[in-house]
């Protein structure tokens, strides 16, 4: 009779939890990838050892165009300066 309940009632109930974790854990692939790819960079204004800060920039760091806002080459920060040279994405 046990085994009766737990086979009626318990995997019906098992297989309706993991469904639902399985819909939350897929929820978040329908948000934006903007906004991940969007970070602050780095001018040199008015020269190369000022680091004045631009932000929401669509920049990553590796090979390509160099990344610019403007006229002027958008660098990103190594924690002392901001030397890092971005590449548009």
Known sequence: ??????????????????????????????????????????IHNPSATDCEPVNDIDCVVGTGDPCELGSWTVYGTTGIGCSLQLKRE
């Open 1 to 42: 009779m046990k085994l009766k309940f737990i086979k009626l009632f318990m995997l019906p109930v098992a297989a309706f939890f993991l469904a639902s974790a399985a819909a939350v854990t897929t929820d978040q692939s329908h948000q934006s990838k903007a906004t991940a790819l969007t970070m602050q960079g780095f």
